[in-house]
T-cell receptor, first 114, second 113 residues
Framework: AQKVTQAQTEISVVEKEDVTLDCVYE???????LFWYKQPPSGELVFLIR??????QNEISGRYSWNFQKSTSSFNFTITASQVVDSAVYFC???????????FGAGTRLFVKA | DADVTQTPRNRITKTGKRIMLECSQT?????MYWYRQDPGLGLRLIYY???????NKGEISDGYSVSRQAQAKFSLSLESAIPNQTALYFC????????????FGSGTRLTVV
C-alpha cells in the first residue's frame, strides 16, 4: 500500500527564517513519482515540483529546494529566507509508476509572520 | 479563462438535496479527477476518469456519482447530500500518463446544512 506522511501539521516562522517541510512516503514500487503542491489562502492548488524515483539529485529553484533520499523514503522541501507570501498549506504527493492515481499527504500549514 | 473551471465556487445546500458540481477543462487532457479536501486529511480521491468511457471509483466514492459528458467535462453529483459531505471539492486533470502533475480547478466549497 502507498502512504504519504506529513508529520508537521502546522509550522510558524518569522520572515527570513529558513524552514523545512518533511515528507515521508511508503511504496513497494520501484518506479514512482513524488510531487509538492502549494495551496495559498486563496484556495487553489499549485504544482511546485515533480521528482521520479530514479533521480535523487536535489533541486533548487530560487528560494525553494528539495531533498530526495530514497534511503529514508523522504522528499523534504526547504524554503530559504521565508516570506509572508510563502504562507500556505503545502502538500506532498506520490504517484505510482503507471500513473494510476496520486496519493496526497495531509498537508503542512506554514505561517510566515512579518 | 482558467485551464480548469469549477462551478459553483461556493454552495450551501440542505440535507437530502441533490447537487451537481461541474468541471470543465481547456487543457486537452484525457484524465480527470474529483478530490475532496478535509482539514487534517489532505485530498482524498472520489472518482477518476481516464477517458470518456472509463470511469473508476476512488477511495471515498460512496454517496457520490460522476458523469464524463465529454473529454472536457466531468461532473460530480451528490444524490442526497448529508452534512459530513461538507468539504472543499477539487477537480483536476492530467495528461495521459498522469506523471507530470495535476492541474487543479479553484475548488468548490460545499456546505450541507
Amino acid at each position: 500500500a502507498q502512504k504519504v506522511t506529513q508529520a508537521q501539521t502546522e509550522i510558524s516562522v518569522v520572515e527570513k527564517e529558513d524552514v523545512t517541510l518533511d515528507c515521508v512516503y511508503e511504496t513497494r514500487d520501484t518506479t514512482y513519482y513524488l510531487f509538492w503542491y502549494k495551496q495559498p489562502p486563496s484556495g487553489e492548488l499549485v504544482f511546485l515540483i515533480r521528482r521520479n524515483s530514479f533521480d535523487e539529485q536535489n533541486e533548487i529553484s530560487g528560494r525553494y529546494s528539495w531533498n530526495f533520499q530514497k534511503s529514508t523514503s523522504s522528499f523534504n522541501f526547504t524554503i530559504t529566507a521565508s516570506q509572508v507570501v510563502d504562507s500556505a498549506v503545502y502538500f506532498c504527493a506520490l504517484t505510482r509508476g503507471g500513473g494510476f492515481k496520486t496519493i496526497f499527504g495531509a498537508g503542512t500549514r506554514l505561517f510566515v509572520k512579518a | 479563462d482558467a485551464d480548469v473551471t469549477q462551478t459553483p465556487r461556493n454552495r450551501i445546500t440542505k440535507t437530502g438535496k441533490r447537487i451537481m458540481l461541474e468541471c470543465s477543462q481547456t487543457k486537452g487532457h484525457d484524465r480527470m479527477y474529483w478530490y475532496r479536501q478535509d482539514p487534517g486529511l489532505g485530498l482524498r480521491l472520489i472518482y477518476y476518469s481516464f477517458d470518456v468511457k472509463d470511469i473508476n471509483k476512488g477511495e471515498i466514492s460512496d454517496g457520490y456519482s460522476v458523469s464524463r459528458q465529454a473529454q472536457a467535462k466531468f461532473s460530480l453529483s451528490l444524490e442526497s447530500a448529508i452534512p459530513n459531505q461538507t468539504a472543499l471539492y477539487f477537480c483536476a486533470t492530467s495528461e495521459r500518463t498522469g506523471l507530470y502533475g495535476y492541474t487543479f480547478g479553484s475548488g468548490t466549497r460545499l456546505t450541507v446544512v
